[in-house]
Structures are given as C-alpha cells and as structure tokens.
C-alpha cells in the first residue's frame, strides 16, 4: 500500500488517559513497529485491528514495558511511563490481559487473584512484627474484594477451585477480574474474546460495556471482528506497522483501504 494511504491515528482528543509518540520497534530487519502514534481518550472503548503481522501484539507489548521500545514515547495520564518496567506501569495505573492467560501452578483460584493488588503491607518483614494488624485488615480487604470480583463476574463458585483447573475461557475471566484489583485507568484488552465458547463471548463482551458504562477505559485487540464492531468505538486499524487510519465502526467497515489491507494480507 502507498505510504500516502496512511493516515494516521486521530490526535485532537480532550481526556488522553493513554497517548503513545512515534512509537517504533525492529525485530532484525522487520520493522514490527512504525512510528506509531495514538491516543485513547478516557471513558472509552477503543478498539484496534489489522491484519495478522500487522503489529497489534507488538505495540501491546511496547505500551505495557513487556518490549523495550527503540524509538518514541508512552505517557499516561500525562506521565511519561517509558522507562518503567510494566509492574510500575500497573502502579500508574495501565493494566493488560494477555491472548492465552497464564495458569498459576499450585494456586486457588482465590490465590491467583490476590497476586493482583500491590505492593502489599504484608510483604514487609517490619510490617509484619511491627503493624500486624494493619496487615490483617488489608487482607480482609483484598479477600472481600476478591469475593466480590468473582461474583460480579459469575465465577465466585470458582473462588476454591485449582487455578490448573479451570477452562480457557474461565481463565479468561480470572485474569480479567484480577486486573481489576488494581483499580486500572485503563486495561488493554488482548483478543478477549478468542478461543471461548459463543456464549461466554457474550458474557464477556456485556462485562466489558457493563464496566465502561461505569467509567473504565479500554483498548481491546479483537480478531472477531462482529464482536468489536458492535463493542468499541472508535478502531483503529493498524497495517504493516503502521496506523492507517482510525474512525468509527460504520467509518471502519467501508473504508476502501481496511478492505485492501485485509484482502490484500493474511485476512483478519
């Protein structure tokens, strides 16, 4: 596609929670990564497609410090988060999900979900001997917000069951709660939908707007493309690294060159 069909993010938004500039990555000689600039504007649900190697996956991992960048910036609510590692990053409040979430061996469910807040009173030795109460009281806290969590997203019957145990997609939904034990600004979304039973797309596409009707802001990868259309606005599309074009679903669909970039690519 010519260079010149490349339009860009749009960069004129009121309430940035999220901004990127000039965001750039190379693998070798593959520039996954081409100086990417967006931003996400607080109360939305902003959503992000392209073809496959388009660099969706990349640009995830280069907002959340999970790749180190070569060139550009990631700010946060004004707050240039670059150089932090992606524990500080959850600390500024930027919060992800992965594809395939990661199952934690040996843990309960109610244990996967109390690694989520952080840093915590009890992992200190001094606050141990020295404000054993204070302790206490945080934990209560964190297991009552545990309990409430699973229950507002229909797996509180989990709460004892092995993590080891649970389906893909209830996987899904404990990572998904859990993110929200660290009271996020904004929670990047990684095909949140994919490899789950119709149903619980569903379910989790209905928490998703449930919990942005409430004030949460998210940018979602999705590969299902009826799903993001209906949920988020606005997309962005990304093509061979770079941001063709971002507008809204109806935009998006009769744009002629998201046809070309899918038809012309590995398809979506």
């Given amino acids: 596609m010519n260079d010149d069909a490349y339009e860009g993010a749009r960069l004129d938004k009121d309430d940035v929670v999220l901004k990127t500039t000039g965001l750039e990555k190379a693998f070798g000689g593959l520039v996954a990564t081409d100086d990417v600039s967006i931003e996400v504007e607080r109360g939305t649900i902003t959503g992000m497609i392209g073809p496959n190697g388009a660099g969706k996956s990349t640009l995830f991992n280069l907002i959340s410090g999970f790749y180190e960048n070569d060139a550009g910036h990631v700010t946060v609510n004004g707050e ?59 934990e209560r806290a964190n297991i009552e917000q545990t309990r409430e969590l699973l229950e507002r997203f229909e797996i509180g019957h989990l709460i004892d069951q092995p993590s080891t145990d649970l389906s893909g997609g209830q996987m899904k939904l404990v990572e998904l709660a859990r993110a929200f034990t660290t009271n996020p600004d904004i929670l990047l979304l990684d095909e949140p939908v994919a490899g789950v039973n119709p149903t619980l797309a569903n379910d989790i596409k209905r928490f998703i707007r449930e919990l942005n009707e409430e004030g949460q802001t998210f940018l979602i990868i999705e590969h299902d493309m009826p799903i993001i259309m209906d949920l988020a606005d606005p997309i962005i599309v990304l093509d061979q690294g770079k941001v063709l074009m971002e507008g809204s679903p109806d935009e998006v669909r009769s744009d002629d060159r998201v046809i070309e970039a899918y038809l012309g690519g590995a398809g979506p």
């Fill in 80 to 138: 240039d988060v670059t150089d932090l590692e992606p524990h500080e990053r959850v600390r500024k409040g930027l919060v992800r999900t992965f594809q395939t979430p990661r199952r934690l061996e040996g843990m309960s469910v109610r244990e996967a979900m109390l690694v989520g807040p952080g840093p915590q009173k009890g992992e200190s030795v001094f606050s141990l001997f020295f404000s054993g109460s204070d302790v206490t009281e945080e």
